[in-house]
């Protein structure tokens, strides 16, 4: 069981930065591959960013690439979401979300996942 708690959204300017950030339970936490998904209103959820569980390999979809970093420390039990150049079309409700390692299941894809968090609300101005 991991239990996933976003925070660090917020109203920003368009051209800001902010900094997500998701605190994971357990001690498996090493073993999860951990994934960034966002929902606008009326939208459905999609990928943002996802990283394997050793931290080796990241993954990001095309309206982040060169704009938003996803890390992880496993001794901290932790992964961020670092998002600059921000643009309106980036405000959504984003979530974190963890995938076992060994489960079924493509990184960009939310069905793959096995647990979510509450989300966390980022709201760009332009």
């Known amino acids: 069981q991991v239990q996933l708690v976003e925070s660090g959204g917020r109203l920003v300017q368009a051209g800001g930065s902010l900094r997500l950030s998701c605190a994971a339970s357990?001690?498996?936490?090493?073993?999860?591959?951990m994934g960034w998904f966002r929902q606008a209103p009326g939208k459905d959820r999609e990928f943002v960013a996802a990283?394997?569980?050793?931290?080796?390999?990241?993954y990001y979809a095309d309206s982040g690439k060169g704009r938003f970093t996803i890390s992880r420390d496993n001794a901290k039990n932790a992964v961020e979401l670092q998002m600059t150049s921000l643009k309106p079309e980036d405000t959504a409700v984003y979530y974190c979300?963890?995938?076992?390692?060994?489960?079924?299941?493509?990184?960009?894809?939310?069905?793959?996942?096995?647990?979510w968090g509450q989300g966390t609300q980022v709201t760009v101005s332009s």
């Open positions: 979300a963890a995938k076992w390692q060994l489960s079924q299941g493509v990184l960009t894809t939310s069905a793959g996942y096995n647990y």
């Open positions: 990283i394997t569980s050793d931290g080796n390999s990241v």
């Open positions: 357990g001690r498996m936490f090493r073993n999860f591959d």
